[in-house]
């Protein structure tokens, strides 16, 4: 029940009667009522938010309860004196107290310490405050005492179909679009809501249409913030209307933003806001009233775009450099300042991830979907989200960007870091041979310049060696990769490491990266996009350590981000093979498919492309398919380190063991190759050799081989040892080599005899599309429909199935069709 205002003390607010043309805010009350179960109650909020209105309605809805008290009283006029006639009042009146303060702020009339007496004076009290201030009430030392619940802003603002209510009481014509999009402009705002309804009453305008409701709202706006501003003791310039540039503000951040108030300091600037209304504190920040930001930032931003403009870049410059990525990059995109959004991404894209993963992805594809295409968007995009980088319209993308860069000699005097953009945005572009003058270049200035940052330096450098890498340059590959590391920060860091560790492993130095690999084990950012290098080199190395299981099941969730996009080469050789000695060698070749038309996105060099089409040899060798995988090096690619031993094994194991022997003896000790490439090829000349000579082969190639394989840890090649040749070969190798040997699986563990179709059965089978009746056969065959019915027979014998499409998928499988499957 309401206690007689009559007896109260002075300073108490009379209790007006709510206007009839104000909607009961029922879900905020009910908020205010479960809330109550607290000591303190704190209704938090600036001007026109709807605290004192709510105070009103929930008095008047405990007006008829007869077991609570309620008072309210005005904190910024009612004194300490007063509060003893408030406890008087109370105790004439229900055994259970309520009291509402409306108003209340330290600084005029009660205080902290005065609420606290009243609590500890009466047992049986709740309060209730409405305040735009912070208060000692939310004090973890009065937290230890009372307990204390703040209802914020967001909390007290109209829902839908309460602003369609109060448009009803003021009798109003709305539609739901109408009343949605009045929400969506008003943000609720209980002040703005009540001005729009009561201006369209007024008037006797309805409210039906989008722009009605936009017109509406824009006017209430306007008209609430002029209020407001007649408030304060100074005019509010432009300098001032700076501060709606954020949405919320602190006084460094005023400071960065260039707020130069006319009279007084900032801090004197936000507490004259604070107590005007136009702000309420939120944690440690002031956060601007919704209504008068959007005016304020319409304002200026119509007037002086350039001056918004340059203050947004200060600020989330000021945001970055302070620890805050995630709110700058949100800002940026809500400010669409899209170049400002990658530069943030691109820069401080780990600490966003760390601290909030969902938040990364949202950003990124924010910018995926919404910012304009330019080559700061382009290249955070391929660093960073999966989707760009297997879209097969990437490259085109990256070469319409290209234009939009100055050419690389004079970007190399003028502008280091669009060359750095230059020449990963080539590399997306398949223009590698474009990539590897303008990274020279690059590597030029890097070295001249002492000026560039951190950052760049360590960006420039990595772009520099996976431009090496992609042509086959390993050695300037590595070198550039720690001069990036050096300088890198963490995150970047472990990506230039994980690199490092893969050509480790291409040259087959495995007690190399596998110190590289131990020196990161314990790295926070093992699991982020940038770890997804090392992620792929831990799993080449458990490959080394013959455990393929476990190395398939990390290679079967690399993604697209970061460094992995331009490891996908050598991701999807090492992932070919462990299906190969994990009992999965029918598999391989859909495997390899798969990974081929992925990286169709990031055209491959002629070196990444070797990489692809070494691991098709091995597929087709361990299907025993060697005359074709002998047939895949027929085109382009001439004898180097990397295909010599690839064709010496197909060669091997298509009946050619004299033309295998010379070749894998020439290229593996004449050729200066990498212990990778030399211990294949003398694992073939071994394998060679004893088909040649049997038991009277030569033991110093297995002398050789041992000894590469001791060096570094090296034990892999030695898998492509077939079955029928192992117990020979193992025979000849020392006791502890030929533990190793056996402990690791052969390519053609798992495989077995491909399905030997007749000429006519293939001839057929080339032929057979899901679409394609036996009829159409027989005629482009020119043949009987029931020859070609007892050639489908004998196929599917064969190939074990029953029906055409798994014929087609069987086939595919074996290598015996290439066409893509339907």
């Known amino acids: 029940m309401l206690i007689d205002v009559e007896t109260a003390p002075d300073g108490i607010r009379a209790i007006r009667r709510t206007s009839r043309f104000w909607t009961t805010r029922h879900e905020a009350i009910a908020r205010v009522s479960e809330a109550m179960s607290s000591d303190v109650v704190l209704l938090r909020g600036p001007a026109g938010v709807g605290k004192t209105s709510l105070l009103r309605q929930?008095?008047?809805?405990?007006?008829?309860?007869?077991?609570?008290?309620?008072?309210?009283?005005?904190?910024?006029?009612?004194g300490a004196k007063e509060l003893s006639r408030v406890l008087d009042a109370f105790s004439d009146g229900p055994s259970l107290h309520v009291l509402l303060i409306d108003n209340f702020n330290e600084a005029e009339g009660l205080t902290t310490d005065d609420v606290l007496a009243l609590l500890r004076a009466d047992t049986a009290l709740r309060i209730v405050v409405a305040t735009r201030q912070a208060t000692g009430l939310e004090s973890p030392l009065v937290a230890l005492e009372f307990d204390v619940q703040v209802v914020a802003a967001p909390h007290l603002l109209m829902s839908q179909q309460e602003v369609a209510s109060v448009l009803a009481l003021n009798g109003v014509e709305?539609?739901?679009?109408?009343?949605?999009?009045?929400?969506?402009?008003?943000?609720?705002?209980?002040?703005?809501?009540?001005?729009?309804?009561?201006?369209?009453?007024?008037?006797?305008l309805p409210l039906r249409t989008r722009e009605e409701a936009i017109v509406a709202a824009e006017h209430a706006g306007a008209t609430l913030t002029a209020d407001m501003e007649e408030r304060l003791s100074q005019v509010i310039t432009d300098e001032v209307r700076l501060l709606a540039v954020a949405p919320y503000v602190t006084v460094p951040l005023a400071d960065?933003?260039?707020?130069?108030?006319?009279?007084?300091?900032?801090?004197?600037?936000?507490?004259?806001?604070?107590?005007?209304?136009?702000?309420?504190?939120?944690?440690?920040?002031?956060?601007?009233?919704?209504?008068?930001r959007e005016q304020w930032l319409r304002d200026i931003g119509t007037r002086k775009p350039d001056l918004v403009s340059s203050a947004q870049s200060k600020l989330l410059d000021h945001l970055v450099r302070g620890g805050e990525q995630v709110r700058a990059a949100q800002m940026a995109a809500d400010a669409e300042r899209w170049e400002m959004l990658a530069s943030i991404l691109r820069s401080s894209g780990p600490e966003i991830w760390a601290r909030d993963k969902t938040a990364f992805s949202r950003l990124v594809g924010v910018l995926r979907t919404t910012a304009p295409l330019t080559p700061r968007t382009m290249e955070a995009l391929l660093a960073l989200d999966p989707q760009t980088a297997c879209s097969a319209e990437t490259p085109t993308a990256a070469v319409r960007v290209l234009t939009q860069l100055p050419d690389a000699k004079s970007a190399s005097s003028t502008d280091v870091e669009a060359l750095i953009l230059r020449v990963g945005i080539l590399r997306a572009?398949?223009?590698?041979?474009?990539?590897?003058?303008?990274?020279?270049?690059?590597?030029?200035?890097?070295?001249?310049?002492?000026?560039?940052?951190?950052?760049?330096?360590?960006?420039?450098?990595?772009?520099?060696?996976?431009?090496?890498?992609?042509?086959g340059k390993l050695r300037d590959a590595g070198l550039a990769l720690a001069q990036s590391e050096r300088v890198a920060p963490p995150a970047r860091k472990l990506r230039a490491r994980g690199a490092r560790a893969?050509?480790?492993?291409?040259?087959?130095?495995?007690?190399?990266?596998?110190?590289?690999?131990?020196?990161?084990?314990?790295?926070?950012?093992?699991?982020?996009?940038?770890?997804?290098?090392?992620?792929?080199?831990?799993?080449?190395?458990?490959?080394?350590?013959?455990?393929?299981?476990?190395?398939?099941?990390?290679?079967?969730?690399?993604?697209?981000?970061?460094?992995a996009r331009e490891l996908w080469p050598y991701a999807a050789a090492v992932h070919v093979q462990s299906y190969l000695l994990s009992e999965a060698a029918p598999d391989a070749l859909g495997l390899l498919r798969s990974w081929t038309a992925r990286a169709r996105?990031?055209?491959?060099?002629?070196?990444?492309?070797?990489?692809?089409?070494?691991?098709?040899?091995?597929?087709?060798?361990?299907?025993?398919?060697?005359?074709?995988?002998?047939?895949?090096?027929?085109?382009?690619f001439a004898l180097s380190s990397t295909t010599a031993p690839a064709i010496a094994l197909s060669q091997l194991y298509a009946g050619r063991a004299h033309e295998a022997f010379v070749m894998s003896?020439?290229?593996?000790?004449?050729?200066?190759?990498?212990?990778?490439?030399?211990?294949?090829?003398?694992?073939?000349?071994?394998?060679?050799?004893?088909?040649?000579?049997?038991?009277?082969?030569?033991?110093?190639?297995?002398?050789?081989?041992?000894?590469?394989?001791?060096?570094?840890?090296?034990?892999?090649?030695?898998?492509?040892?077939?079955?029928?040749?192992?117990a020979l070969v193992l025979r000849m190798l020392s006791p502890t080599a030929r533990e190793q040997v056996e402990k690791r699986a052969s390519f053609f563990a798992s495989?077995?005899?491909?399905?030997?179709?007749?000429?006519?059965e293939q001839v057929v089978l080339a032929q057979l599309t899901p679409t394609s009746t036996i009829a159409d056969i027989a005629r482009a065959l020119v043949v009987s429909p029931n020859t070609v019915k007892t050639q489908l027979q004998s196929l599917y014998r064969k190939l074990e199935v029953s029906d055409r499409s798994s014929a087609i998928r069987a086939a595919h499988a074996w290598g015996l069709i290439e066409t893509d499957v339907a």
Not at 198 to 204: K, N, S, V
Not at 607 to 627: C, M, N, Y
């Open 174 to 204: 709305s539609t739901e679009v109408g009343v949605e999009t009045l929400v969506e402009r008003t943000h609720g705002w209980p002040a703005l809501c009540q001005l729009v309804a009561a201006r369209l009453r007024l008037e006797g």
């Open 502 to 563: 893969i050509i480790a492993l291409m040259e087959g130095d495995v007690a190399e990266a596998r110190n590289i690999a131990r020196q990161s084990a314990e790295d926070d950012w093992a699991a982020s996009p940038w770890g997804e290098g090392m992620r792929i080199a831990t799993a080449w190395l458990l490959l080394e350590e013959g455990d393929a299981p476990a190395a398939r099941t990390i290679l079967d969730d690399v993604s697209a981000s970061a460094g």
């Open 429 to 471: 572009a398949g223009r590698f041979a474009l990539a590897t003058e303008a990274a020279s270049l690059l590597s030029d200035a890097l070295r001249r310049s002492s000026e560039s940052g951190a950052d760049a330096t360590a960006e420039g450098w990595y772009q520099v060696a996976m431009t090496s890498f992609a042509m």
């Open 58 to 78: 929930f008095a008047a809805s405990m007006e008829h309860d007869t077991e609570r008290g309620v008072q309210v009283i005005d904190g910024g006029v009612t």
């Open 256 to 292: 960065a933003l260039g707020i130069d108030p006319t009279v007084g300091s900032v801090r004197e600037l936000l507490s004259e806001l604070q107590s005007a209304g136009f702000m309420w504190p939120s944690a440690t920040r002031l956060t601007l009233a919704e209504p008068v």
């Open 751 to 760: 495989s077995v005899s491909v399905p030997h179709l007749t000429r006519r």
């Open 665 to 726: 003896v020439k290229w593996g000790l004449h050729h200066e190759p990498s212990p990778r490439a030399a211990l294949e090829s003398l694992v073939v000349s071994i394998v060679a050799d004893v088909r040649l000579n049997g038991v009277a082969a030569h033991r110093s190639a297995v002398q050789r081989a041992e000894a590469l394989s001791m060096r570094y840890g090296l034990w892999s090649p030695w898998s492509a040892v077939a079955p029928e040749d192992r």
């Open 601 to 636: 996105s990031t055209p491959p060099s002629h070196f990444q492309s070797t990489q692809i089409l070494t691991a098709r040899a091995r597929v087709l060798i361990a299907l025993r398919q060697a005359r074709k995988a002998l047939a895949l090096f027929e085109g382009p």
